[in-house]
């Protein structure tokens, strides 16, 4: 297998970024495996797992994610991925899982103990508040990998502490 590299970037969110990044990591020769992208504010970060051609080094990507247009400015960080690159048995999503409603101090902190509660990891995690007619609400979305058999009592679990703190909650199974 090819080297694997952690490629993450920050900078001003823009149109056209995401296609700036792969076009780029494409043109390379480098070949995309995990990849998250998000707005955060006004600033956007990419993360990827990439598997580097044989030639290439993680300086030398680093120094042409550098020089492409679309990241002028940005904070690029391109280092060793040294973990198995595919998903174990915690990776793998069964369920995803939306809460929203008012924000409140330690909203995820609460919710993310209950899935510890019950085994289940958190795979994937978005949040962020989102405007609407009362001044604003907070959305927070997982995908979650939760144990077969307790799956029932985790999801109803996440509800009821979903609807103590007034929040609304659905969720469903992949």
């Avoid at 149109?15 to 990591?25: A, D, N, P």
């Avoid at 995990?34 to 030639?55: K, N, Q, R, W």
Wanted: proline content about 6%.
């Amino acid at each position: 297998m090819a080297g694997l590299a952690l490629v993450s970037t920050f900078c001003p969110d823009r149109v056209g970024l995401v296609s700036g990044i792969t076009g780029h990591l494409f043109d390379q020769g480098i070949n995309l495996r995990d990849v998250t992208f998000a707005v955060m504010g006004s600033g956007a970060e990419f993360s990827a797992v990439c598997e580097l051609p044989a030639d290439a080094s993680v300086e030398d990507l680093h120094a042409s994610l550098a020089a492409t247009p679309e990241l002028a400015g940005a904070q690029i960080k391109v280092t060793p991925f040294d973990f198995d690159p595919n998903p174990g048995p915690l990776g793998l999503i069964t369920h995803r899982v939306e809460v929203s409603g008012g924000d409140q101090p330690g909203l995820i902190a609460r919710l993310s103990e209950v899935f510890g509660q019950f085994g289940a990891n958190i795979v994937r995690l978005d949040a962020q508040t989102l405007p609407d007619r009362e001044g604003g609400r907070y959305s927070i979305r997982f995908a979650v990998s939760i144990p077969a058999e307790r799956a029932a009592a985790c999801l109803a679990t996440v509800a009821n502490t979903a609807e103590s703190l007034g929040l609304a909650s659905t969720a469903e199974a992949v």
